[in-house]
C-alpha cells in the first residue's frame, strides 16, 4: 500500500477556472503552470505518423539522386540488390538492440489502423535504410564489391555481437562516416572531370584519368556529395525521432 | 485531431509520398522541366490503362481523322504516325488494319517489294487477327478488305518465286 502511495506524484496548489477547457492551470507558489498532456500526445502523434514518414521518404528521394558531371542532370540511381539485403540486416540489428522494440510497433492488441500506420512508418524505415546504402556505396566497379563487401563484414558481425542501443548508433555512425568520407572525399577526388576529350584528359591529369578509367569511377558533380550529405544527415535525425516503441 | 484521424493522414501522405519516389525512380527525369512532362505522360498513360481496364477505351477520332486524310493523300509515314497516336494502347482493329495498309502501300514496289515494311505489315496484321478474328473494313478505297487478302498479298510479296522474273509483273497494279 505503502509502495503504491509513493508512485503518485503530489501537486500542492490551487485550482483556477478557466474558459479554455484543453488546459488545467495549476497556481503553484502565485505561477501559474500550464499543464497540457493532450496536445502532447498528439505532437507526439503527428511526429510518428507525419514527420518521421515525411523525413524517411525523403531520405528515400535523394539517396539514389546524383547530379552528373558533364550537364548537371539529374541522375537517379536505383538500389541494388545488396542494399536491400543491408537495408533488411539493419532492421533486425535495430529490433535485436531494442531501437525498434517488434512488439511495441505490432501487436494483435493494438487497432488494425494503428497496427497499419506503424507498418508504413517502418516501410518508410527500410526504403531509406536501402536508399543510404545505395548513397554511400559506389555504384559500379572494384570499388562497389570492396565496400559493399566491408559493409557486409561489418553488419554480418553486428547480427552476432552483444550490444545495445547506443553500441550500435556508435558503429553505424563509424560505418557511415567512413564510407561517406571514402566515396565523396577520397574517391571523388580521383575521380577525373567528365566533358574532357581522351587526348586532353591524358595531357591535363593522367594520373586522375588513370584511376577513374582503372576503378570504373562514375563522373558526378560535386553537388552530388553535399545532396547525400543531407540524406544521410537526415536518416540520422530519422533515427533520433524514432520511438522504440508505440504502445504506452 | 483524434488519434486514427493522424493515423490516416500518416498513411495517406506515406502512400503518395512513397508513389512520388518511386515514380521519380521509374522515370528518371534529368531535370526539374522534365520531370513535369513526365508526369504528365505517367498520368495519360495511366488514363489510357483505366479506360482499358473498365472498358471504356476508345481511340483518339480526331487523331484517326488526321490518319486517314494523310493515308489518302499516300503519306504513309505521317499517316501510321496519326493511327499510332489514336490508338496508344494497340486495341483498335481498324487502326491496326490501316497501319498493316500504309506498311504494305509503301513497300510495294512495280519491280521489287520492300520486305522490310512488309513484315513490318504482318506484325500489324497480326494485331489485327488478336483484336478481332473477323475484322473486315469498311473502307471502300481499300481494295484488300480483310487481313486474310492482305496477309495473301503480303507473303506473296515476300516469297521469290520464278514469277517474280515475269516481265510482264511491271505491269501490276498496287492494291
Not at chain 1, 550490444?163 to 558503429?171: H, T, Y
Not at chain 1, 553537388?223 to 522504440?244: D, E, H, K, M, R
Not at chain 2, 495511366?46 to 473498365?54: F, H, L, M, R, W
Not at chain 2, 489518302?72 to 490501316?98: I, M, T, V, W
Amino acid at each position: 500500500m505503502n509502495d503504491a502511495l509513493k508512485k503518485f506524484e503530489v501537486v500542492d496548489g490551487e485550482l483556477v477556472e478557466v474558459d479554455d477547457e484543453d488546459h488545467l492551470l495549476i497556481r503553484d507558489n502565485s505561477e501559474l503552470q500550464r499543464v497540457a498532456p493532450e496536445i502532447h500526445e498528439r505532437n507526439i502523434l503527428y511526429l510518428r505518423y507525419v514527420i518521421i514518414p515525411i523525413v524517411f521518404l525523403t531520405v528515400a528521394m535523394l539517396g539514389g539522386l546524383r547530379i552528373s558531371g558533364l550537364d548537371g542532370a539529374f541522375v537517379f540511381v536505383r538500389p541494388a540488390l545488396i542494399c536491400l539485403i543491408f537495408a533488411a540486416i539493419l532492421l533486425i540489428l535495430f529490433a535485436r538492440s531494442k531501437v525498434l522494440e517488434t512488439n511495441g510497433w505490432f501487436s494483435e492488441s493494438f487497432p488494425m489502423l494503428k497496427n497499419v500506420a506503424n507498418g508504413f512508418v517502418i516501410a518508410a524505415l527500410f526504403a531509406a535504410a536501402t536508399q543510404v546504402f545505395n548513397s554511400l556505396i559506389p555504384e559500379q566497379g572494384l570499388m562497389f564489391w570492396i565496400v559493399a563487401f566491408c559493409f557486409f563484414w561489418t553488419l554480418w558481425n553486428n547480427l552476432f555481437a552483444d550490444f545495445d542501443a547506443q553500441k550500435l548508433f556508435r558503429s553505424l555512425g563509424a560505418l557511415f562516416g567512413l564510407a561517406f568520407v571514402a566515396k565523396y572525399l577520397i574517391l571523388a577526388n580521383l575521380t577525373a572531370p567528365a566533358g574532357r576529350t581522351w587526348l586532353e584528359a591524358l595531357m591535363e591529369n593522367p594520373g586522375q584519368e588513370a584511376v577513374t578509367r582503372l576503378l570504373d569511377l562514375p563522373r558526378f558533380s560535386g553537388a552530388t556529395g553535399y545532396i547525400q550529405f543531407f540524406a544521410v544527415g537526415l536518416f540520422l535525425l530519422g533515427l533520433y525521432l524514432l520511438p522504440s516503441r508505440t504502445s504506452d | 485531431m483524434k488519434e486514427k484521424y493522424i493515423q490516416i493522414v500518416g498513411i495517406a501522405l506515406t502512400a503518395v509520398y512513397g508513389v512520388f519516389v518511386v515514380f521519380l525512380y521509374a522515370a528518371e527525369p534529368r531535370s526539374l522541366e522534365e520531370l513535369t512532362a513526365k508526369a504528365v505522360e505517367t498520368v495519360q498513360n495511366a488514363a489510357t490503362k483505366g479506360q482499358v481496364i473498365t472498358g471504356t477505351y476508345e481511340i483518339d477520332k480526331a487523331k484517326f481523322s488526321e490518319g486517314i486524310a494523310a493515308f489518302r493523300q499516300e503519306n504513309y509515314p505521317l499517316a501510321r504516325d496519326a493511327f499510332a497516336k489514336s490508338d496508344p494502347e494497340r486495341r483498335d482493329a481498324n487502326a491496326q488494319f490501316y497501319i498493316a495498309y500504309s506498311f504494305y502501300r509503301q513497300g510495294w514496289g512495280r519491280v521489287t517489294n520492300d520486305d522490310v515494311m512488309f513484315r513490318q505489315a504482318l506484325e500489324a496484321l497480326e494485331r489485327v487477327n488478336f483484336i478481332d478474328k473477323d475484322f473486315r473494313s469498311g473502307d471502300a478505297d481499300l481494295k484488300l478488305r480483310t487481313p486474310a487478302e492482305l496477309k495473301n498479298e503480303l507473303e506473296e510479296g515476300l516469297r521469290v518465286t520464278a514469277d517474280d522474273f515475269n516481265p510482264l509483273k511491271v505491269l501490276r497494279e498496287r492494291k
